[in-house]
């Protein structure tokens, strides 16, 4: 079975702070892919991020970079010099290409930039 | 280029009642996939189609059902409607099937009372 744990429900920062969004997966498949989306209080979710399992490299794409480490299972997203508009829901998602290639997604972490 | 389309936004129905819920892909999107979203259970994946047949199915009950058109609109219906029910269906459509990236709808916002 897969799981994908965000363990912090809400975090809030003043902008202009560094915050840093856990995720935690389990899989029994060797290939899997991972992904961040972010779904602002319109309610679409937006997609940010997907790595396969094979490539461990971390990205930066403007201010998000995100830390993916297969030793302790984690894919973690950080926001650099956060701002106001990043304030949305954070969700960390995982496919296995075992079999169904059904998405699991966390609980989502709620983050909240304050001017 | 146009992004993903749900219609209606917002229903409410009785429970025992059925609903049908569309969604228009992005141009030259062939898979859609459904979710439902609560604050109880999360996100959670319905089914998703590609080419008019479905690929993948969640864990829900035989009554949420779905299919795909030609061309590639997509519906999803709910029978015999339970208060449980009441969430935010999402739709999301992707160049090819899972698990390229998805690119979700606003969602519709079905209340059952």
């Known amino acids: 079975a897969q799981k994908v744990t965000q363990a912090q429900t809400e975090i809030s920062v003043v902008e202009k702070e560094d915050v840093t969004l856990d995720c935690v997966y389990e899989?029994?498949?060797?290939?899997?892919?991972l992904f961040w989306y972010k779904q602002p209080p319109s309610g679409e979710l937006v997609f940010l991020i997907r790595?396969?399992?094979?490539?461990?490299q971390n990205e930066i794409s403007g201010r998000y970079s995100w830390n993916f480490q297969k030793s302790t299972s984690s894919f973690n997203f950080t926001i650099t010099a956060s701002q106001v508009v990043d304030s949305a829901v954070y969700f960390c998602?995982?496919?296995?290409?075992?079999?169904?290639?059904?998405?699991?997604f966390g609980r989502g972490t709620s983050l909240i930039v304050h001017p | 280029k146009a992004g993903v389309t749900q219609t209606p936004r917002y229903l409410i129905k009785t429970r025992g009642q059925q609903v049908t819920l569309s969604c228009s892909p992005i141009?030259?999107?062939?898979?859609v996939s459904w979710y439902q979203q609560t604050p109880g259970q999360g996100l959670q994946f319905l089914f998703e189609?590609?080419?008019?047949?479905?690929?993948n199915k969640g864990n829900f009950p035989g009554r949420f059902s779905g299919r795909q058109f030609s061309n590639s609109r997509s519906e999803m219906n709910v029978s015999t409607l339970e208060l449980g029910d009441s969430a935010l269906y999402l739709c999301?459509?992707?160049?090819?099937?899972?698990?390229?990236?998805?690119?979700f709808g606003p969602g519709t916002r079905l209340t059952v009372t």
């Open positions: 999301a459509s992707s160049l090819d099937v899972s698990p390229y990236e998805q690119y």
């Open positions: 899989t029994r498949d060797t290939t899997y892919y």
């Open positions: 790595r396969n399992s094979f490539d461990e």
């Open positions: 998602a995982l496919i296995g290409a075992g079999g169904s290639y059904i998405p699991t």
């Open positions: 141009s030259g999107h062939r898979s």
């Open positions: 189609y590609f080419s008019e047949t479905q690929r």
